[in-house]
Structures are given as C-alpha cells and as structure tokens.
C-alpha cells in the first residue's frame, strides 16, 4: 500500500468531503424552511468565517435550493375605467382590493395548499368586493334585477362545476365547487342550483345585498339611451344601445393555479352584463369559453365579450395549442384573442400553463389584474403597460 496519495487522490478525497459537509447543510436548510436571497456576488455561506472567539455551525446553502414551486394569477375583468376617470384614491382602492385577493391565494400556495382551494380564496375576495362586477359588485339586468354565474375547473382529473343565473347566492364560485365536488353534474342553473345550495347548507342573501349605486345608475343609463334610440331606426338604435353598455358588459373576476404538487385550477365568476335580458347566460360559467384547466397544458379565466368567447371556445382553444402544437401559453394566448378581435370582441385572458409561466392578454385600454410566484414578488396592474 502507497504510504502517500497522489494530487488527483487528494483532490477526490477533498471533494468527498466537500459532498458531505453538502448533504448535512441541505439537512439543516430543509430543517429551517426556505432559504432567503442571497445576492448573486455574495460569498457561499459555508465560506464564511465567524468572529475571533466564536464557534458557529458551518451550513452550505447552495443556490438551487428554492421554495416549492408555484405559480398564481388573477384578474378583475377588462371593464376598466380609462385612464381620464381613474382618480388615484379610486385606483389605490382597487390596487388594495387586487392585493388582497393575491394574497389569500398566496397564502395557501405557501402553505402547501391546493390550487383549488387558492382559486376559491381569491375569487371570494373579489366577489365580496363592491368595485367588480360579481358577487357584491354584480351588475343589474334589463329588470332591475341580479344574476350571477360562476365556474371552477381541477386540471388534475377535468373535473368541473359550474352554476348560472343566481339570485341569492353570496359566493357563487363556492356553490361553484360544491356543484364539482358534492354532485355528479357539471352545471346548475337558476332555482335548482339555489335548492342545491340550499341543500348544502350555502350562505343566502336578500337581492337587495347585492344593490350599489354604480350599477343602478350605469343602468338607468342605458335605460335613458334606449328610450332615445326608439325615435331613430331601429339600427341606429341597436348600434347605439350597443356603444352604451360595451364597458359595463366586461365585468368578471377570475383565478388560475399552479400548486406546489403539480396541479392546475381555474375559476371564474361574473354578474353578466348590465341591461342583459332575461336568462341571458354568457362565458363565464361555460366551461371551455370562460374556464378550463388541464394539468397537461395550462389553466385559463377568461372576461370580456361573452357571446364572441363562446363562439370561440376561448379557454379551450388555448389549450389546444398547448396540447397539439407544442405552442408557449402567451403565444396561444395572443392568437386568441386576436380571433376574438376578429369577431368584433373585445376581452383578454389569465392562464398558467404546467411550468408555472403566466400570460395575462387582453385587447382592451386596461385589465385590473395581478401574479405572484412562489418568491412573494407581487404584479398588480390595470393598464397597458
């Protein structure tokens, strides 16, 4: 046997080592939680050297280590006012608004929860929000009253629930989930979701929750501009009816998840168009126009002109090209939506595909929206950038 070990042994023997002292330093960082930011030129920590007179474990934290990762987005719908008509306290409102709904998603995605449950947690936020169109905010329909839809996709196994035409239910994403969760259907409308609801032991409110006095006037607006039009022809009048309540049409909020084991959900939810006539239903409970979620492809929420998106399948189609052309989710997202412009349709889109990469695409002034990823850094915009 050699008495002495040549360079190469020595440099084996000392990247042994090395690998050992690693392993122990990823014990302990798993031990202690995730790793904080360290700054790209900072020296490794395990090359750092303590004071004179003190004695420290020694933890290697290598770069790669990450939180799990996870990927979340949400939306306000595109029915934003311009840029002329939005005050900074108005706009502080909604920032804070988008901000909390980020957050309760945020929150259960940090904490291993499920995309899913992240998906409702937000939608909720925004539904008890009177500045959107859906839940609090939802707009009134040609009869003075509200109606509500609303829709939830698990990209894990395609399983779906949606409901429609709610008049009483507070949170209608959460009937939403019961649908998919607790029934063999995929969607309820009208009194037998409110029995279903009822069944379920779902919080109830009067209509008159649901009264803001934004909507009513945006109402008695379109009303004035109708009894106009009816001393013009009859084509002037549909165009001009059309004009008046293009805004207020696109109000929607919605969710899309990539949880920490894989999954993807989506969810959407929307108190329809403002002056919309009796049992009008647009996307947003339709599963493939206004939501849809595949664990193999991407998870999407969709707002704006309901009837262009359902011709379209919207939701869907963006998948397809996930699916069969291999296209990035932003691409695929940007091509539909300019198929909705197309059709005369204005709107955009949140998706997440399976790698945790968010698009949020509209063809309109602005989109109240915001992201947030498994480092904490949130984006919450309005505008076009």
């Known amino acids: 046997m050699r008495e002495h070990r040549t360079q190469s042994e020595e440099r084996h023997e000392s990247r042994r080592k090395f690998l050992v002292h690693a392993a122990a330093g990823l014990s302990a960082a798993a031990a202690l939680g995730p790793c904080s930011e360290v700054a790209a030129d900072a020296p490794p920590v395990a090359d750092q050297q303590p004071p004179r007179g003190r004695t420290t474990e020694r933890r290697v934290v290598p770069p790669e280590i ?51 449950d992240a998906v409702v947690a937000a939608i909720k936020v925004m539904e008890d929000a009177p500045l959107f169109n859906a839940g609090k905010g939802a707009v009134f329909t040609s009869a003075g009253t509200n109606e509500l839809d609303a829709s939830i996709m698990d990209g894990s196994n395609l399983k779906a629930g949606a409901v429609s035409t709610l008049k009483h239910i507070k949170n209608p994403i959460v009937l939403a989930r019961l649908v998919m969760d607790e029934s063999k259907h995929v969607m309820m409308v009208g009194d037998g979701a409110e029995a279903f609801a009822r069944q379920q032991g779902l919080q109830f409110v009067p209509q008159k929750y649901f009264y803001t006095e934004r909507r009513w006037r945006a109402l008695q607006q379109i009303k004035e501009e109708e009894r106009k039009q009816r001393k013009m022809s009859k084509s002037t009048g549909r165009l001009s009816e059309r004009v008046a309540d293009r805004r207020e049409m696109f109000g929607t909020v919605g969710a899309v998840a990539l949880d920490g084991a894989g999954n993807l959900a989506a969810g959407t939810s929307t108190g329809g168009m403002t002056n919309k006539k009796f049992g009008r239903v647009g996307d947003s ?32 189609d963006i998948s397809a090209m996930i699916e069969y052309q291999n296209t990035p989710v932003e691409h695929a997202a940007k091509r539909v939506i300019e198929k909705v412009g197309k059709l005369g349709g204005e709107g955009g889109v949140i998706a997440v595909d399976r790698t945790g990469r968010i698009t949020m695409t509209f063809n309109t002034e602005g989109m109240y929206r915001g992201q947030i990823g498994a480092d904490g850094k949130k984006l919450i915009e309005i505008f076009k950038s």
């Open 285 to 316: 409970p339709i599963i493939g126009a206004g939501t849809y979620a595949n664990n193999r492809t991407c998870a999407v929420s969709a707002t704006g002109d309901g009837e262009c998106f359902i011709r379209l399948g919207v939701a869907r």
């Open 66 to 116: 990450a939180p799990p990762p996870f990927a979340f987005a949400i939306h306000g719908g595109v029915g934003t006012l311009t840029k002329s008509e939005m005050t900074p306290p108005l706009e502080r409102e909604y920032r804070a608004a988008l901000d909390a709904a980020l957050t309760a998603g945020y929150t259960i995605l940090r904490g291993g929860g499920s995309g899913l």
